[in-house]
């Protein structure tokens, strides 16, 4: 009771239900054999005369019902800008996933220690750039429904699907401040997605306040040819010289190398930007 009025509870909540969360008596259907997403819609309660079911979700917490007004209700004491460098690209011997250590907030370092490469699974690697709290929670949301796919169909969901399930899961959020910009590094395929939705596949990508000085590194000498010490010291080079132009990006450099073998070939190098 006094908990309730704490979290402002009402009797009838009147939020919309987070499209993708699943429970006993509301779920949301996304994975199907022909990988064909669809959600199934508001589901209804057999046990309460068919009142719609909802999330109780306190009003701190509730989406705003209209896309045309998204006002920040707490002022921040100043701006912050956030800033990384994170890249990946596909050459013969499989797919290399470099990213910079720093966490900024506008002229702070948050963290000079930070991954921003996540791994999935064996196959499966994740750059994350944006806001570090919304990457690191919709990392383990992926994760948690990868999993789960595994579990019901006795078989790992693909790298695209793995994109087009995250893409529908963040498509509810655009307009609204969260800050997300993934790329899957599958052994073979490199895909974008960002918290608006939007899905790009393609060899080769760099994300974040240092990318165009990284682009300028791999434009002028990345080709599919590449043995892998190569390619290491390629993508080190470009995160290197991206931290040196960009002041939110720096300390060290994290490099993932993915092959069709899995998680027996990954290289993991940690190395001080200098």
């Known amino acids: ?114 991954h921003k490469i996540t791994p999935i699974h064996s196959h499966l ?39 087009k399930l995250l893409s529908l899961m963040l498509h509810p959020f655009k307009g609204t401040d969260v800050c997300v910009a993934l790329t899957l590094c599958g052994w073979d395929k490199l895909i974008y997605v960002c918290s608006d939705g939007a899905r790009l596949q393609g060899d080769i990508f760099s994300v974040g306040s240092g990318s165009p000085y990284a682009y300028g590194v791999l434009d002028r000498s990345l080709s599919w040819s590449l043995n892998k010490e190569e390619a290491i010291l390629l993508a080190r080079e470009a995160v290197f010289r991206a931290t040196h132009r960009d002041a939110y990006s720096g300390n060290n450099v994290d490099l993932f190398h993915v092959t069709a073998e899995g998680s027996s070939v990954w290289a993991i190098h940690h190395e001080r930007c200098a």
């Open 125 to 163: 690697v994740v750059t994350s750039s944006g806001s570090g709290a919304d990457c690191m929670l919709w990392e383990r949301i992926l994760t948690r429904e990868i999993r789960l796919y595994q579990l019901r169909h006795k078989r790992r969901l693909s790298i695209r699907g793995t994109a």
């Open 1 to 114: 009771m006094a908990l309730e009025d704490i979290c402002n509870f009402k009797d009838k909540p009147t939020h919309k239900t987070f499209p993708f969360y699943a429970s006993e008596d509301t779920s949301v259907s996304v994975f199907t054999e022909s990988l064909n997403f669809k959600w199934r819609g508001e589901m209804t309660s057999k046990k309460a005369s068919d009142v719609p079911l909802e999330f109780h979700v306190p009003s701190l917490f509730k989406r705003p019902s209209s896309r045309a007004s998204h006002s920040v209700s707490v002022r921040r004491p100043f701006p912050l800008s956030h800033g990384t460098t994170t890249l990946g690209f596909i050459f013969q011997g499989g797919v290399i996933a470099a990213a910079d250590t720093r966490a900024s907030a506008g002229g702070l370092v948050a963290c000079p220690a930070v």
